[in-house]
């Protein structure tokens, strides 16, 4: 294929909360890259997927799902997912067919409103839904904005996903390849490997400790000669209550938060692991800008 009819691109992944961004990015991908929970707001920063075909490169964006913020980090996440529709070749707003339309949904579709991008409506998780209820649910939103297609999927069991990548790459101009065909993500593996602590954490703990949890590296080195990477990360939260549980019995929880992240970050690194983990207490960090700095949030990166 002539290197002119290469085609490449930016895509954004939008929409509420826990509507399966992250699910459909790492289905897409065919790797781990965007951790995965049923509690909302679990990405924070833009997380970048990068799929290369043969003649095309689709670059992904997973941002933050939009929502009303109740904190710094709130309002961070939000320029976030809204500064990337300006910047970005295509969106797909992603919606729940089993929730449908909800309150988040109109405050997402006012901010469409103001974008020149084209739109696609990627209805997901049908699977969970009957086709008759589906199809009413795509008139609802048909009538709210004028998508350019509008594709339902199963991110989690595949369904439609490759339909949707073929309909993407129509959609996107002629241009160069960004990334090397082996790449995956522009993320660094240290930030993929906090980002795999936190998802243990946000699993085991459940609704005791909510999205008040940050992960921080503290070192990760490959020692001389050897083939065991050493990883040291603390895990930071806003209460003495929440330390408490995020150690568990005995340290307990830690253990196996420490066990269960560790096979996640040795099948990514590909090679054995050595964690430690810490747990500090760091009163309202959310609400802190050096705080969240200092825990990776950064507005000039964005």
Not at 238 to 249: A, F
Request: aromatic share 8%; hydrophobic share 35%.
């Amino acid at each position: 294929m002539e290197n002119s009819r290469f085609k490449s691109g930016f895509v954004s992944i939008i929409g509420r909360p826990n509507v399966g961004k992250s699910t459909f990015l790492n289905h897409v991908i065919g790797q781990k890259i965007a951790i995965m929970s049923d509690k909302p707001q679990t990405t924070r920063n833009k997380v970048q997927g990068v799929l290369t075909k043969e003649n095309s490169q689709i670059i992904f964006i997973d941002t933050p799902g939009i929502h009303k913020p109740k904190h710094k980090l709130g309002d961070f996440m939000m320029k976030v997912a809204q500064n990337t529709l300006k910047e970005v070749d295509l969106v797909l707003f992603m919606i729940n067919a089993e929730e449908g339309y909800g309150r988040g949904d109109e405050f997402i579709i006012e901010r469409l409103k103001t974008i020149q991008t084209p739109v696609f409506l990627v209805v997901n998780k049908i699977d969970q839904i009957h086709p008759d209820k589906l199809l009413l649910l795509i008139e609802q939103y048909k009538e709210l904005y004028p998508f350019k297609e509008i594709i339902p999927i199963s991110a989690l069991e595949g369904t439609n996903t490759t339909r949707l990548v073929e309909q993407i790459k129509s959609y996107l101009p002629e241009g160069p390849q960004y990334y090397p065909a082996d790449q995956v993500t522009d993320h660094p593996e240290r930030f993929i490997v906090t980002e795999l602590i936190r998802e243990k954490v946000l699993h085991l703990t459940r609704e005791e400790v909510p999205h008040s949890i940050a992960v921080v590296m503290d070192s990760m080195e490959r020692r001389e000669g050897g083939n065991t990477v050493y990883v040291g990360a603390t895990i930071i939260v806003e209460r003495d209550s929440q330390k408490g549980i995020v150690i568990g019995k005995q340290g307990s929880m830690l253990k196996e938060v420490g066990k269960r992240a560790r096979a996640d970050i040795e099948a990514l690194l590909g090679s054995k692991v050595f964690l430690e983990l810490w747990v500090k207490v760091q009163k309202d960090w959310r609400n802190k800008m050096s705080q969240l700095r200092d825990y990776g949030f950064r507005e000039d990166e964005y």
